[in-house]
């Protein structure tokens, strides 16, 4: 019987299937706000699930030289780092006292997981604009996972020390969110950026710059593996902001998480629509010293309890 | 809904664009289809960077010797079940180009073309009138 729960909570529920779904329909409000900001009409509300539905059904090719385990591997392991994301925030924000120790570390890890599937994928596709994508998004996320930890640290500090994801989300429930304050507000403006340049949104979009270099890692992908890529990035969208609500602005266990959900997700999608893409060591310069610093100034408040 | 792959592929047609040596007219009006005057994205049609991700091809131009191999290259390597459709006069027989030493020939000699758009250049309603006429043929 626990199996059972267990497998359903990693398939049906919080995990893949629910969040793919949720995550999908969230595109198509990516792509119709897109569309409404440049006068034009936008696409019908299935247009995700469309998408996804043909790509599962057409012809998977797999580029001649390539190694196949690899050029496989690199979707699956971001498809799979999401699902188990998506069942620990849900079973961390509704249950926070089954939280076990320094599961915000294998959080960490488990957002590592699309990129380093993303990089694999990119190179084992033997596609020279593909490596060029792999070893730009390689790049970016060394670039953003610097003040990314920072962060997490300045919150760690803040939640008293504690790596427990649980913890923190109950120290926000006795002393209110954390973004009510300094170096909360500071956290706030670093990690949202920190999120974009993990969708790979546009002024962070470097891996995958289509004027540039196409589609990037994903250029020798079709049919099902991209249909993985599209739902692991849809994934995502729906993921990094749940997770941003729950370190940030007191978890996402009550009714008020809606609003300030489509609140984030409004800011990410203004943010694409109105900013140009930056060259790849303008955002390394951006993220190390502009954020960095930034993050650092933080992370010495909070150590003063501001 | 009865077939879903069917259904699928006449939502969401990505296409690519494959300039096989045409006078640029045809591809600009192509480009024209983004822009919010005509947004061919509320029938789901993205225009995508690689030939891997499409499932359509829209050709421009007239085949010459250089470039027939290019095109039929990029014909394989998209996955099937792909529309080819020819857009602008050129695809539909020659064109103006008919005597010149390097042309080979007319596109369906090496193509199994699913809808000729003529014009020269095409207008952006003709161009989805025919897109919408393949996939209604389908």
Known sequence: MNIVRILFSYIIFPGFIFSAVV???????????????????????????????????????IPEGSSKTLFFLGPLLGLVGMSILAVMLFSMNFYPAGS?????IVIIYLLALPPI????????????????????????????????????????????????????VLAQQVQG??????????????????VQAKLSFVPFDIPEAEQEIMAGPYIEYSGVALAIYKVTRAMMLFLLPLFLISILWGGFADWWAIPKFLLIIVLIVLMKNTNPRLRIDQALKFFWVGLGILSIIGLVLAFYGL | MANPRLWGLKKSPWVFHV?????????????DLLTPRWDIERFGIVLVGSPRHADAL??????????????????????KPCLVIGIGTCTCHT??????????????????????????????????????KALKRL
């Open chain 1, 23 to 61: 995550g999908l329909f969230l595109t198509w409000i990516d792509r119709k706000v897109t569309a409404r900001i440049h006068w034009r009409v936008g696409p019908p509300w299935f247009q995700p699930y469309a998408d996804f539905l043909k790509l599962l059904l057409k012809e998977t090719i």
């Open chain 1, 100 to 104: 076990f120790v320094g599961d915000i």
């Open chain 1, 117 to 168: 599937g993303i990089i694999i994928g990119g190179s084992a596709s033997k596609n020279p604009l593909a490596s060029v994508g792999a070893s730009r998004e390689m790049t970016q996320y060394f670039a953003y996972e610097l003040p990314f930890l920072i962060v997490l640290a300045t919150i760690i500090l803040k939640a008293g020390g504690s790596i427990k994801f649980g913890d923190i």
């Open chain 1, 177 to 194: 969110p954390f973004l009510y304050s300094i170096s909360g507000v500071i956290a706030a403006v670093v990690i949202l950026l920190c």
């Open chain 2, 19 to 31: 300039a096989a040596a045409s006078c640029n007219n045809c591809d600009i009006e192509i480009l």
């Open chain 2, 58 to 79: 829209l050709v421009t131009g007239v085949l010459n010797r250089k470039n027939l191999p290019r095109v039929l290259r990029v014909y394989e390597q998209t996955p």
């Open chain 2, 95 to 132: 064109h103006m180009f008919e005597s010149s030493y390097n042309v080979v020939g007319p596109y369906d000699k090496y193509l199994p073309i699913d809808v000729y758009i003529p014009g020269c250049p095409p207008k952006p309603e003709s161009m989805i009138m025919g897109v919408v």
